[in-house]
């Protein structure tokens, strides 16, 4: 059996349909972006380092949305072994990829393609693992999956808390109001993969979006891909394997009353290679309510479970999300 979901099969009338006339429309990037390097070991020196690395974090978030950083703490050889048990996973037979229950997690965990797509530019060509984390204990025990994603989650969580404690800090936001909104449980992890694509210059690995969330880790490998759009300009940038990328969701940026940018990105599609990355979605707990900071407020308030459920009804109706504009007074 093949290890590829039937993108050929299941797309057949999109892709025969937009070839001809998306044969010259190619997706355009401007330049090779290197996001700001943060080393985080400055948090643990003195004073002036100390505040000088939140600076350089606070900078970015609001210039940019993304940033990288080196020295965060989650150890090299963790982040080699959780790509190894999930290159194991989607390498496993489609058909049993797509069981209902793979894994003994919640439907739909599993996922590829897009099901709304209607023509190559919004039919994503990859496949995710998609795990909310208080599903993790439920997991199959088949191999090492389950426990490295436990010790993975653990310390990204840590990483997600310290980091947006220290981007509140910089807002005034109260220093406990990520541990009081926020549980190691409310948070999900989603694992990509995108395969060789034959349309690489005409569709997209992960068409483009926002993170629902307050804030996203993402470690990804050295095939690269990951672009973002900033005054209409896309920028591609520039893979550092050992560096984690951070990027603002959509959360940070309504609490943070607009100053942080929740940044609109998207992946390419490589006609060569394989990609892998893992994204850790760090996110409040459904009925916690989203407030901004700063008056007058942008954006009105409104839950977590509130936003996720707007986005549903948007994504059903127009096939796209609409997201925080949703939302503004």
Not at 70 to 80: A, T, W, Y
Request: hydrophobic share 35%.
């Amino acid at each position: 059996m093949g290890v590829e979901p039937p993108f050929f099969e299941k797309y057949k009338a999109i892709l025969q349909s937009s070839t001809e006339k998306e044969k010259f429309s190619t997706i355009e990037v401007f330049e090779e972006f290197e996001l700001p390097l943060i080393d985080l070991s400055g948090l643990n020196l003195g004073p002036f380092e100390r505040q000088k690395c939140i600076e350089q974090m606070d900078k970015a978030a609001r210039e940019w949305g993304f940033f990288q950083i080196v020295n965060h703490g989650i150890p090299g050889g963790l982040l080699d072994r959780l790509k190894y048990e999930q290159m194991k996973v989607f390498h496993l037979p489609f058909d049993k990829k797509a069981e209902k229950k793979f894994l003994n997690l919640s439907a739909h965990s599993y996922r590829w393609g897009n099901p709304l797509a209607t023509s190559l530019r919004n039919l994503s060509w990859s496949e995710a693992l998609h795990i909310s984390l208080k599903d993790i204990s439920r997991m199959d025990e088949c191999n090492k999956l389950r426990s490295t994603i436990q010790e993975y989650a653990r310390k990204a969580n840590l990483l997600a808390q310290k980091l947006a404690e220290h981007l509140a800090q910089i807002l005034g936001i109260k220093p406990n109001y990520f541990q009081e909104n926020c549980s190691p449980s409310s948070s999900s992890l989603r694992m990509n993969r995108y395969p060789p694509c034959p349309f690489s210059s005409r569709m997209f690995g992960i068409i483009p979006h926002t993170d629902t969330d307050f804030l996203t880790i993402l470690s990804q490998d050295q095939v690269g891909g990951l672009q973002f759009n900033t005054d209409g300009r896309w920028f591609s940038v520039k893979p550092n394997p050992k560096a984690l990328v951070i990027n603002i969701g959509d959360l940070f940026q309504a609490l943070s009353n607009g100053i942080y940018k929740s940044i609109t990105h998207r992946v390419a599609a490589n006609e060569e290679v394989e990609r892998y990355s893992i994204a850790y979605f760090y996110c409040p707990t459904d009925e916690v309510v989203i407030q901004s900071c700063s008056e007058p407020a942008l954006y009105r308030n409104f839950s977590f479970k509130e936003y996720k459920q707007q986005i549903e009804r948007d994504v059903k109706a127009t096939g796209d999300k609409v997201g925080l504009s949703r939302f503004l007074w």
